[in-house]
């Protein structure tokens, strides 16, 4: 018999069925709560709400698992390429030889953006955040590809923007850098890999070619896949809620884009450098910038810590803290901020204070070092962030549109005024 959960409102009683996943997770639907009761459920953040079901990424926070499609993260990162991983999230499998060549070449041939487009880059200022120009670039896509506005296309139609977006971030997310630099714009290159070619599109020159070396490629490739998918977080939902107006691919992504560029979320990475820098400029005191963070009324908040929903440890953080050292290893360079991060780790899981509430280095707290060593600036570093994480959206954004996901629209409780008179401007 299947389960169900009861609840009891002014003394009587309701049944809601319970929902299992395959992963043996279990919610109480409560779809029909409002309806038969008349009640609504209050859950600020969402922390215990399931805003839909979804057979693309798995994660267990108590015990530190992560899976993509049912495969972990651990082996992923270890032996795929970041554009397997792009077409597992998004088709469901890993590709065969064939597929992955005709996947492989879709995107590399659409990685180049109209040269209009150009124009709108030349007309940010220098100091423009790459984030907020990514995001801007992003939604301006539409504009270009006006039959991408129709939700309904057939899938060949929706396959094929998908590729585009795919295709184009990294000439969007590079000229984004060229551009605060002031620097000429450098043109994909078909002969290069999905990584190679935007590392060269970075720090490639008219006068000088880009050497790529395979240390900083396999680094990226694993940074991206790591990052590749996070099931509901706060982008993620932004993604899918922006989708379920119907808003096209590009303006959804555009959204979780600006979404991701928080310093609660992906935002997290270029704080984290931040705070390593300012910890270091004043002397390396770990212990004082430990109590600064465990001090409310101090809102100084050790950035790179804590996971709404790991509370063991993010295993994305172990393999990243891994490939920091390898990495760092491999290209010879020293660098204080990771003794500082080591410090403070170490400082950080021995206090009660941390130890008390689960706070473990997340995802973003060693990937700014490596992103450093890789000579990625820091106000890029959310940028990468969001190459990674693309397949991931568009993934859920193919998902919820397929599902036929109706448009969300929370629900609250009214705090306010209940009844006034109006009152005559003059009379005020
Ligand atoms: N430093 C100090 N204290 C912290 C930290 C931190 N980094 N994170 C949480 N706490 C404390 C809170 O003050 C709170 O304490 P209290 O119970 O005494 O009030 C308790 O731990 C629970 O924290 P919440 O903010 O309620 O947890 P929530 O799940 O809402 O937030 C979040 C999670 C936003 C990630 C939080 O831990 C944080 O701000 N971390 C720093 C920013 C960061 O690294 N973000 C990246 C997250 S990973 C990602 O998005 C890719």
Redesign the pocket.
């Known amino acids: 018999m299947s389960e169900i959960a009861k609840i009891e409102i002014e003394g009587k009683q309701y049944e809601f069925p319970v929902v299992t996943g395959t992963e043996n997770e279990k919610a109480i639907d409560i779809s029909k709560l409002r309806s038969s009761t008349g009640y609504i459920t209050l859950d600020p953040?969402y922390?215990n709400t399931g805003a839909t079901t979804s057979s693309i990424t798995f994660l267990n926070g108590e015990e530190g698992i992560l899976k993509y499609r049912g495969y972990s993260i651990e082996d992923l990162a270890e032996k795929a390429t970041f554009l397997e991983v792009a077409y597992l999230l998004i088709y469901g499998d890993l590709p065969n030889k064939s597929e992955l060549d005709v996947f492989t070449a879709t995107i590399t041939k659409h990685t180049l953006v109209h040269e209009d487009m150009k124009q709108f880059f030349e007309a940010y200022p220098a100091k423009a955040h790459p984030m907020g120009v990514l995001s801007s670039m992003v939604c301006s896509l539409s504009t270009f590809y006006p039959e991408s506005l129709d939700p309904n296309r057939s899938h060949e139609a929706k396959d094929l923007t998908m590729m585009r977006l795919i295709a184009k971030l990294p000439t969007l997310a590079a000229w984004s850098y060229k551009n605060a630099m002031r620097h000429p714009f450098m043109y994909p290159k078909n002969d290069f890999d999905y990584c190679e070619n935007f590392l060269h599109m970075m720090f490639a020159m008219p006068t000088e070619e880009y050497k790529v070396d395979p240390v900083v490629v396999n680094a990226l490739n694993k940074l991206l896949i790591l990052h590749a998918d996070?099931e509901q977080?706060?982008s993620t939902s932004t993604v899918r809620i922006v989708g379920s107006s119907q808003a096209n691919l590009f303006a959804s992504i555009s959204a979780g884009i600006s979404a991701l560029w928080g310093?609660?979320?992906?935002g997290?990475n270029q704080?984290?450098i931040e705070m390593l820098e300012r910890i270091h400029q004043d002397g390396g005191d770990i212990d004082k910038w430990v109590e600064k963070?465990?001090d409310?009324d101090d809102s100084f908040?050790?950035?790179?810590?804590?996971?709404?929903v790991y509370k063991n440890f993010d295993p994305r953080a172990r393999i990243i803290k891994k490939a920091c050292d390898d990495v760092l290893d491999k290209l010879n360079i020293e660098d204080p901020l990771l003794d500082i991060a080591k410090k403070l780790e170490k400082v950080a899981l021995e206090d009660e204070y941390f130890k008390d509430?689960n706070?473990y280095p997340?995802?973003?707290f060693y990937s700014g070092i490596i992103y450093r060593a890789l000579g990625i600036p820091t106000e890029m570093f959310t940028v990468m962030?969001a190459l990674g994480r693309l397949p991931g959206w568009v993934a859920q954004w193919k998902e919820m549109t397929e599902n036929k996901e109706p448009i969300g629209r929370p629900r609250q409780i009214y705090t306010g005024i209940v009844k006034r008179e109006f009152v005559e401007l003059e009379k005020r």
């Not at 310093?263 to 992906?266: R, S, T, V």
């Not at 908040?301 to 709404?308: A, C, E, I, N």
Request: with cysteine; hydrophobic share 40%; proline share 3%.
């Open positions: 953040g922390k996070h977080n706060c310093p609660l979320h992906g997290a704080a984290v963070a465990k409310k908040r050790l950035m790179g810590f804590g996971h709404r509430r706070l997340n995802v973003d962030f």
